[in-house]
């Protein structure tokens, strides 16, 4: 069972950054689709961007522009950078996996089959 262990949250001032960090136990060159959501208090889980094994990057609306997420097969990392964080970026931020994309599941929390513990972001006005 592959793990996901994400890192690098924290507190931050509005318009700073932050680089969270997934790493995974294996080659993330085995999965077809990697993915950062989010989850504030009281919300649903949402997404925050996705990376497949085509190198294919999808972002929601509300990072697109501000957040990049990229990938680094040798470290088996995954990275998301936030720029120009505001105070709604405040949530805890997972890192999902799947070896299964059908259709654009992989847009969705539920085609995500292997989960982080998430990392805590909190941007203060």
């Known amino acids: 069972q592959v793990q996901l262990v994400e890192s690098g949250g924290g507190l931050v001032q509005a318009g700073g950054s932050l680089r969270l960090s997934c790493a995974a136990s294996?080659?993330?060159?085995?999965?077809?689709?990697m993915g950062w959501y989010r989850q504030a208090p009281g919300k649903q889980r949402e997404l925050v961007a996705t990376?497949?094994?085509?190198?294919?990057?999808n972002y929601a609306d509300s990072v697109k522009g501000r957040f990049t997420i990229s990938r680094d097969n040798a470290k088996n990392t995954v990275y998301l950078q936030m720029n120009s964080l505001k105070p709604e970026d405040t949530a805890v931020y997972y890192c999902?996996?799947?070896?299964?994309?059908?259709?654009?599941?992989?847009?969705?929390?539920?085609?995500?089959?292997?989960w982080g513990q998430g990392t805590q972001v909190t941007v203060s006005s």
């Open positions: 999902a996996s799947t070896n299964v994309i059908s259709g654009t599941s992989y847009k969705r929390p539920n085609g995500y089959d292997t």
């Open positions: 294996r080659s993330i060159l085995s999965f077809n689709a």
């Open positions: 990376t497949t094994s085509g190198s294919r990057t």
